[in-house]
């Protein structure tokens, strides 16, 4: 039985927030990002979908019951938090916030471009797919594939792995 999720977020989809005139995020990108931290609050515990922005990497400061949008540490902390739950919620199949439906025994497929000047990508990735080299990998789960592309020359090579892969798992 085939499983439709519909429309899924994209990261440029915009959400325009009440009350937001000169938020200083807005047409200086990304040089604002840190000088216009004091325009949020606080980044929530739980995005909008459900997922956990702490637990995997410890965040570092808190302000205003959430993660210190000031703390460049607690920020990237926060979001691979988010992805890290994200994927384990989805490999469980358990129903995303915002409406979306869970679909159980998904096997998730991860690609790296250009993750090696970024500390902790590959890890997390290889998390998100629950690749048998992951520290966190679950034979309770499907068993994912973590596929790396140091360039966009690589691509067509990490492309094919998965297809391969997926042609395996279809047989």
């Given at each position: 039985?085939?499983?439709?999720v519909g429309a899924q977020p994209l990261g440029g989809d915009i959400v325009e927030v009440p009350n937001s005139s000169g938020c200083r995020?807005?047409?200086?990108?990304?040089?604002?990002?840190?000088?216009?931290a004091q325009d949020v609050k606080s980044i929530p515990l739980t995005d909008y979908y459900g997922n956990k922005t702490t637990g995997y990497?410890?965040?570092?400061?808190?302000?205003?019951?959430?993660?210190?949008?000031?703390?460049?540490?607690?920020?990237?902390?926060?979001?691979?938090?988010?992805?890290?739950?994200?994927?384990?919620?989805?490999?469980?199949?358990?129903?995303?916030?915002?409406?979306?439906?869970?679909?159980?025994?998904?096997?998730?497929?991860?690609?790296?471009?250009?993750?090696?000047?970024?500390?902790?990508?590959?890890?997390?990735?290889?998390?998100?797919?629950?690749?048998?080299?992951?520290?966190?990998?679950?034979?309770?789960?499907?068993?994912?594939?973590?596929?790396?592309?140091?360039?966009?020359?690589?691509?067509?090579?990490?492309?094919?792995?998965?297809?391969?892969?997926?042609?395996?798992?279809?047989?």
């Amino acid at each position: 039985m085939a499983h439709s999720v519909g429309a899924q977020p994209l990261g440029g989809d915009i959400v325009e927030v009440p009350n937001s005139s000169g938020c200083r995020y807005d047409g200086r990108w990304p040089g604002s990002m840190w000088a216009g931290a004091q325009d949020v609050k606080s980044i929530p515990l739980t995005d909008y979908y459900g997922n956990k922005t702490t637990g995997y990497i410890p965040v570092g400061a808190y302000r205003n019951g959430g993660i210190d949008p000031s703390d460049p540490l607690s920020v990237s902390a926060a979001a691979f938090n988010a992805a890290d739950d994200a994927g384990l919620r989805i490999r469980k199949g358990v129903p995303a916030g915002g409406g979306l439906p869970g679909i159980p025994d998904v096997t998730v497929f991860t690609l790296g471009l250009g993750t090696a000047g970024i500390p902790g990508a590959d890890t997390l990735l290889l998390r998100i797919s629950n690749a048998t080299a992951s520290s966190s990998y679950d034979s309770l789960q499907a068993t994912g594939l973590y596929t790396i592309a140091p360039t966009k020359d690589d691509l067509t090579d990490a492309f094919n792995k998965i297809a391969s892969e997926i042609v395996r798992l279809a047989q």
